[in-house]
DNA sequence: CTGAAAGCGCTTACAG
DNA sequence: CTGAAAGCGCTTACAG
């Protein structure tokens, strides 16, 4: 009968302060309202009293669940990624969910052996954000999952974001608006379902308007170098281009100094329009005429809908489209002359 | 004898497969040395045969230890953190351990959620970049924990960072040497202990320089509308300020535009400099002189005595400083005349 | 409304 | 080097 050197009280401990089974104890914490009144306070005053905190390895061993849902994206500190992440928390944290947070890095390895949480049972779902499908038997099949922002084609999973070809079109038809018509895309990098559906729109907007011996491509990125690149391709192949649409936020910010190191300012002599309207889009200078996304409702929505599969409730299939809109600010203006 | 609902194999189904018992099973796949050749083998083919992935939730239980840590802090959107985080990913991947990452917003409700992790036993130790100590009773004596940037004042934890007061000092001296006097500090939050390090490396190197006379303290704050603030009362109150050291990068964004439409240029009729080297810093117009922290490194470092805890060794107690240093670019020039 | 008992899937002292 | 058995701390059908 020596004392255990772990003291960590646990359901024993509370069951014989408050005078009662264990079954009790853990009945009174997960579902208050089956117990007495009596037996549910001194339940209480017993946890109070022992500092007792439920040991969630048992727990989950017990309930064959985590109650951790895996979030997987490629880089964390993206800030077109923590919107989404506080909505996805906020619903989370009301569903009484933590969070695990798999950083993907763009490194195969890396998403395997985060997928490995799925299996292993450290949780019990997976919120997709690096656009890439699991691969084949990585998953348990069933393993409830939604993809966000970027479409995971040939997978089962719902799928929650923005109608990035709409919003496109959006972009575009608002350049135009504004009197351009040699307007030129920066798309994002290939091979990648927002950079499709970005340039579709861009060509719809412009064909629909009668553009279309306008339209000029060039292959981007997501990252500022890509935008460097993409500005200077433009200054030499393309001078008298007015308006360009950028497939993102930070491309476009790399395009404006790219044309400013050519010697164009902008708005005045060339608009450049990004997309995401991340933080920094305010800060920048100019500031950035975007598309913002609503990105903490798309975590949310996201999170939510996860949330119905866990439950075995019936969910939403396909995508789920959220509201984007144009933010007009400095970076855009009417064409010269 | 009917068959279970939920078919993930088991160590059981491993061994039955193998040829050997449960405890063999577990052998090889712990301790691989201490199982013969032969066995080992056997256990591994089972295991990829069965698509065996071990329980997490029973090994934790069984082992007392959860193999996950916990990192908190206030704002995961926060682009200083973001290196810091992958140093400490680095040594934690390589140590085999999972990162759950605990957000404050810095909101004392979630952080009292944040630290139940501990409690519970979903994490095994914490690091601690929120610059808040555990209230009290809220830690089970003796967790783990390394504080990351600011210290905890009053707390055993070990603590890694940048030696502030001496960065800030030779911040100083660098505005010094380019021949400026009259330089104005805008400090960080108060009851920061960074804050408070930084304004004494400022005023100490004023002081050593003889400039005493010429000490400028604005109150300040860490982000963007700190500095805009900071940023007016200078033009307002002290408009023959050459050069401004603010305690970090965002608040001198503030500042620089601030001044910018006070009318003043940057750096030609005023110098500013940050503190940090956040990824923004070279894309911002001027592109900002900073002092670079050696962000990576010290999430390395902090990970590693967290490590040496976990592992009842000794470790290093009291603050370890990493070296952080000058970048000059081009928010920063000699006085004008 | 409550209790006694089984069992979730591991790991590890103990014995050989 | 290997196996039989106990037990980590919960929760839940079962019985009352």
Chains 1, 2 share one sequence.
């Not at 005053?45 to 439920?54: F, K, L, P, R």
């Not at 990252?223 to 391709?233: C, K, M, T």
């Not at 309207?277 to 920048?284: S, T």
Request: proline share 5%.
């Amino acid at each position: 009968m020596t004392k255990k050197s772990n003291n960590r009280p646990t359901v024993r401990d509370v069951a014989r302060v408050a005078g009662v089974s264990t079954a009790t104890v853990s009945r009174a914490l997960q579902s208050p309202d089956i117990v007495s009144k009596k037996t549910r306070d001194a339940v209480f005053a017993a946890v109070s009293e022992t500092g007792y905190s439920v040991n969630t390895a048992a727990q989950m061993l017990r309930r064959n669940r985590s109650g951790t849902i895996l979030v997987i994206l490629p880089d964390i500190s993206n800030p077109f990624f923590s919107k989404i992440l506080s909505g996805i928390e906020e619903v989370a944290t009301r569903a009484n969910l933590t969070i695990l947070i798999g950083n993907t890095n763009g490194d195969s390895t890396r998403y395997a052996n985060i997928l490995e949480n799925l299996r292993n049972g450290r949780a019990d779902g997976a919120l997709i954000l690096n656009g890439e499908a699991p691969p084949d038997g990585m998953l348990p099949e069933g393993t409830p999952a939604v993809s966000i922002s970027e479409r995971l084609d040939g997978t089962p999973y719902p799928h929650v974001g923005t109608d990035n070809e709409r919003a496109a079109f959006d972009a575009t038809r608002y350049l135009i608006e504004q009197g351009h018509r040699k307007i030129a895309h920066v798309t994002g990098p290939q091979d990648n379902t927002l950079t499709k559906d970005r340039r579709d729109g861009y060509v719809k907007a412009m064909t629909e308007a009668g553009l279309s011996d306008h339209i000029r491509l060039i292959d981007g990125g997501f990252v500022y170098s890509d935008g460097e690149h993409a500005g200077h391709h433009l200054a030499k192949n393309w001078p008298d281009t007015t308006a360009v649409f950028c497939a993102n936020d930070e491309s476009a910010m790399g395009v404006i100094r790219s044309l400013q190191q050519h010697g164009y300012s902008v708005p005045d002599d060339i608009s450049v329009m990004g997309f995401d309207d991340v933080p920094f889009a305010r800060i920048f200078q100019p500031e950035l005429t975007t598309v913002h996304q609503a990105r903490n409702l798309i975590g949310q929505r996201a999170m939510e809908i996860l949330l119905e599969q866990l439950e075995k409730k019936p969910f939403s299939t396909g995508s789920v489209y959220l509201d984007h809109r144009i933010v007009s600010r400095n970076s855009v203006a009417g064409p010269r002359n």
